[in-house]
């Protein structure tokens, strides 16, 4: 707002225009902090200082604390030499405010919905091919709460679907298709690739209007498609009113919660941006605290065990604590998101883990047993719902042949997911890589060699990888920031290793705007 100046006015009438000046300008920003798209939240704190945490994309949804490293050994591996060349630097011109929700993503047009209306034939056959005409091969079909699977030809027959009910088409790496109700006995879906490139909101970030803002301008200007948002963060807190009752009673229901989260979602969906629902499983301070028989054992002094972030874990043992994340999720999903991805999906790595009990003995082969048992139920149970379900892992699984000590091995994993996301930032590699002992130095090499060595050992199954990759500052080795040349190197490194896209991790969710290429989700598509 501009000031007015009334020369040769007098004095008294001066200072009453600049009083309702400012009263206009109160009630301006009055009006825009109370706005539908406001929330009740904790303000983020200005830029703090970095402070180590436990690992990985599992930094807590806490924006104060940054990234640890792993303390794990790469097992040896064939090193692979490049050097890295210079890389250009795309400038986008990104919003240097934070505009509404509406306003952000106002500048991305919206995707038309089908029009469901109609009912279907007694049996439908649904044959799926890729672009080139190819069958695609176990794609599932999920038609009236069920999901079915396509044979060698790509062809699957489906019986009993209700009414004004659209059949979903789903195959990790492409995008979605919609069948409409009508009355063909024989449909064909053409499934598009679709390469997913993420930024996360952490719990507090989804909540706060400014965080929320400089994301969804990233959405609008460049070429990001998709954001991860914290469903439960590593406190185990949720940022909606959820309608879980074991939730409701254990206390999740957190100290931010998203007004009108379903229109948020609703907006994004309208604007074709993909959505990740991050749910942190096994580290649940509330459910610990909620329902001690769950929680990991203090064998010492029979209280909960704690990590050095002084947070709780439940057991990875227990069912009932598969079925309270699976009852998350699978909310989650009904929303409308289109993806789960479960971290801290494995056992602890950090506090005194020789006081840890379990309801069973930690030995290699449960903890594999119970991580791969958690995600096959959890498969099981979302696959029909539409959404796909994915899992992060550590870097250092790529190169590891046994479990890493925390129940994740890549062949294990394989089978029960529709994405791997390894966490393959530079500096969770505490001892380099095999052939490069600083990894911060050499972010290609890094991520080349991990998503390269996780492919081949998932060879076989339909998953896909798609990584976790470094926008935040160093702190296992010299400190030195990420810049524009080091995301756009682990960038090439996931794309030339054949990752089906990536996801940009920072703690605080400020990221390199001037890393990414000006591309809107418009162009993507």
């Keep these: 707002m501009s000031e007015v100046n009334p020369v040769g006015r007098r004095r008294h009438v ?22 539908p798209d406001s929330l009740r939240a904790t303000p983020l704190p200005t830029d703090p200082g970095p402070a180590p945490v436990s690992s990985a994309t599992e930094a807590a949804d806490d924006p104060e604390r940054a990234l640890a490293l792993l303390p794990r050994t790469a097992a040896d591996a064939p090193p692979r030499s490049a050097s890295l060349a210079p890389l250009p630097s795309w400038e986008p011109t990104i919003s240097r405010r934070s505009p509404d929700l509406g306003e952000a993503l106002a500048a991305i047009p919206e995707v038309p919905p089908p029009t469901i209306r109609g009912a279907w034939p007694a049996v439908v056959s649904v044959r799926v091919l890729d672009p080139e005409g190819h069958p695609v091969v176990g794609a599932s079909v999920v038609a009236g709460g069920r999901e079915h699977r396509t044979n060698f030809e790509g062809a699957i027959s489906v019986t009993g679907v209700p009414a004004d009910t659209p059949i979903l088409v789903k195959m990790p790496g492409y995008r979605k298709a919609v069948l409409a109700p009508g009355p063909e006995e024989s449909r064909r879906a053409v499934l598009e690739p679709h390469v997913v490139k993420a930024a996360y909101l952490t719990y507090y970030g989804i909540a706060h209007d400014r965080t929320r803002g400089r994301v969804f301008d990233l959405l609008a200007q460049t070429e990001l498609n998709a954001v991860v948002i914290d469903v439960k963060g590593d406190r185990g807190w949720i940022p909606y009113r959820t309608q879980v009752p074991a ?53 010492t002094t029979g209280q909960a065990w704690i990590d050095n972030e002084r947070l709780a874990w439940v057991d990875p043992f227990r069912e009932e604590v598969w079925d309270y994340n699976i009852a998350i999720a699978r909310e989650a999903a009904e929303k409308g998101f289109d993806e789960i991805q479960f971290d801290y999906v494995r056992f602890p790595t950090d506090g005194r883990l020789g006081a840890a009990r379990f309801a069973r003995p930690s030995t290699t082969r449960s ?3 119970a991580i791969a048992g958690f995600l096959a139920r959890a498969r099981r149970e979302l696959g029909p719902t539409g959404a796909f379900v994915a899992a992060d892992v550590f870097g250092y699984t790529a190169f590891n042949e046994n479990d890493t000590d925390i129940g ?12 791997l996301c390894p966490m393959v930032y530079p500096s969770g590699y505490h001892v380099g890589i095999p052939g490069f002992r600083n990894p911060v130095a050499h972010p290609y090499e890094v991520v080349h060699e991990s998503v390269k060595l996780i492919r081949r050992r998932a060879a076989g199954h339909r998953v896909r990888v798609r990584p976790w990759l ?29 990752s089906t896209g990536w996801m940009l991790w920072n703690p605080r969710n400020r990221y390199t705007g001037e890393a990414l290429r000006p591309e809107s989700p418009v162009a993507a598509r």
């Design 14 to 35: 001066l200072d009453g225009a600049y009083t309702v000046a400012l009263l206009a300008m109160a009630i301006l920003h009055g009006v825009i902090i109370l706005g």
């Design 247 to 299: 939730a409701l009673a254990a206390g999740a229901q957190g100290p931010v919660i998203l007004r009108d989260f379903e229109t948020l979602l609703a907006r994004l969906k309208a604007r074709g941006i993909y959505t990740i629902a991050r749910i942190v499983v096994f580290k649940d301070n509330v459910l610990a605290a909620s329902r001690p028989e769950l929680a990991v054992i203090n064998a």
């Design 367 to 369: 903890r594999l047993e």
């Design 408 to 419: 994740q091995r890549i062949e294990e994993l394989a089978p029960h997911l529709d994405y």
């Design 470 to 498: 470094q926008d935040f500052r160093d702190y296992a080795f010299d400190r030195r920031y990420f810049g524009v040349n080091e995301i756009r190197a682990q960038i090439r490194g996931a794309d030339e290793a054949g």
